[in-house]
Antibody
Framework: EVQLLESGGGLVQPGGSLRLSCAASGFTFSSYPMTWVRQAPGRGLEWVSSISNSGGAATYYADSVRGRFTISRDNSKNTLYLQMNSLTDDDTAVYHC??????????????WGQGTTVTVSS | DIQMTQSPSSVSASVGDRVTINCRASQGISSWLAWYQQKPGKAPKLLIYAASNLQNGVPSRFSGSGSGTDFTLTISSLQPEDFATYYCQQADSFPYTFGQGTKLEIK
């Protein structure tokens, strides 16, 4: 069964940092681009960041997180990461990792984790 | 950045109705559009990719159409399990962006 399991969320003070992890199983992780999507309480979906397959040479970020968040992957561990620095209240959300439908971008994401909750508050 | 605008923001319908949800891109995105369904407390589910391709396992009552800037998701005959929020997402150029969502409610 194809599965994604996020971890690393929690309560953090403004200005703080967190690193989210997403453990993948049931598919050849290195073959697919991966994405982080977040959803603030009561709000819609917001695309956060994507990373290309294989070595992850290509990374992309939403304007709202560029320069503060870093996406990376460790194919030997089948794990996706999101390093989040300089957190603000606006980063409070459930963060989902998601697998690309195909080995290239453009086709959306077909498998989602259940999400990990990040709360930024003093 | 490409802006995605869905209409309507909410719609009330009955079981058996045909429902159409629209999505407009602020610039042309070819056919690089996906549709997702989300139920409360759950992760989204991919319904349609590349504007008109039905994802494996998705019932055939769902269909997508359009290209360029205007796209449509159609549910031909609503079932009780279809009441949810629907999102479009452009996958043409980064940053990928979602529409604001359309909440489909029971009339």
């Amino acid at each position: 069964e194809v599965q994604l399991l996020e971890s690393g969320g929690g309560l953090v003070q403004p200005g703080g940092s967190l690193r989210l992890s997403c453990a993948a199983s049931g598919f050849t992780f290195s073959s697919y681009p991966m994405t982080w999507v977040r959803q603030a309480p009561g709000r819609g979906l917001e695309w956060v960041s994507s990373i290309s397959n294989s070595g992850g040479a290509a990374t992309y970020y939403a304007d709202s997180v560029r320069g503060r968040f870093t996406i990376s992957r460790d194919n030997s561990k089948n794990t996706l990461y999101l390093q989040m620095n300089s957190l603000t209240d606006d980063d409070t959300a459930v963060y989902h990792c998601a697998k690309g439908l195909l080995s290239v971008f453009h086709y959306g994401v077909d498998v989602w984790g259940q999400g990990t909750t990040v709360t930024v508050s003093s | 950045d490409i802006q995605m605008t869905q209409s309507p923001s909410s719609v009330s319908a009955s079981v058996g109705d045909r429902v159409t949800i629209n999505c407009r891109a602020s610039q042309g995105i070819s056919s690089w559009l996906a549709w997702y369904q989300q139920k409360p407390g759950k992760a989204p589910k991919l319904l349609i990719y590349a504007a008109s391709n039905l994802q494996n396992g998705v019932p055939s009552r769902f269909s997508g159409s359009g290209s360029g800037t205007d796209f449509t998701l159609t549910i031909s005959s609503l079932q009780p399990e279809d009441f949810a929020t629907y999102y479009c997402q452009q996958a043409d150029s980064f940053p990928y962006t979602f529409g604001q969502g359309t909440k489909l409610e029971i009339k």
